[in-house]
């Protein structure tokens, strides 16, 4: 089982629909969590830190499930400027860093 | 503007030869790392650094090459054993490897592809 798993995609979404994604993790030790967004041929920037009693910036939300290793990032009223590939990143104990595959998304007018 | 400053940001190899991919950061950053990203897959971790003058292999450091000797540099060499060098090349760093909740920052990368 690999260490970071996140959905596979691709999601493609009208605009304004709410999207969910799924990211689980291995390690019952990991210490803390990140949503970053990666636009095409760039660098991954942060979106946002993840706490244990969910945290929301906007119209992004995002939510930690220590018992069942589990991370979520819910985007409402999606704009074409969310399209991207939404990395989920999980650090250890250990200050090991762990980045998952990524979901894409496409927001559609 | 405090940052990561990656060159260049593309760069070609010819078969057999060595190239160095220059990473700075004025961040006052003790931790560095390096990862290679290919298309469609996730990031993967080549080395990384907690201090100057220390660094450590992740999980592909086969082929490849660092040296820490400012804070503010972390130079990484591909080499020519490396025989799938063509890929997306990432700088990061943190105020330190130890820094629990602070996220890494990234460089806008380097594009290396062979003759």
């Known amino acids: 089982r690999k260490e970071v798993e996140q959905d596979p995609g691709p999601f493609n979404v009208p605009e304004g629909a709410t999207v969910a994604f799924n990211c689980t993790y291995s390690n019952s030790a990991s210490q803390s969590f990140f949503w970053y967004r990666q636009d095409c041929r760039k660098e991954p920037k942060l979106l946002m830190s993840?706490?244990?009693s969910g945290n929301e910036d906007g119209r992004f939300t995002a939510q930690l499930n220590r018992a069942s290793q589990y991370i979520s990032l819910l985007i409402r009223d999606s704009k074409l400027s969310d399209s991207a590939t939404y990395l989920c990143v999980v650090k250890t104990s250990y200050d090991k860093v762990i980045f998952g595959p990524g979901t894409s998304l496409s927001v559609i007018p | 503007d405090g940052g990561i400053t990656q060159s260049p940001k593309y760069l070609f190899r010819k078969e057999g030869q060595n190239v160095t991919l220059s990473c700075e950061q004025n961040l006052n950053h003790d931790a560095m790392y390096w990862y290679r990203q290919d298309p469609g897959q996730g990031l993967r971790l080549i080395y990384y650094s907690q201090i100057v003058n220390d660094f450590q292999k992740g999980d592909i450091a086969e082929g490849y090459s660092v040296s820490r000797e400012k804070k503010e540099s972390f130079p990484l060499t591909v080499t020519s054993a490396q025989k799938n060098p063509t890929a997306f090349y990432l700088c990061a760093s943190s105020p330190s490897y130890d820094s629990g909740y602070q996220p890494q920052h990234f460089g806008d990368g380097t594009r290396l592809s062979i003759l």
């Open positions: 993840v706490y244990s």
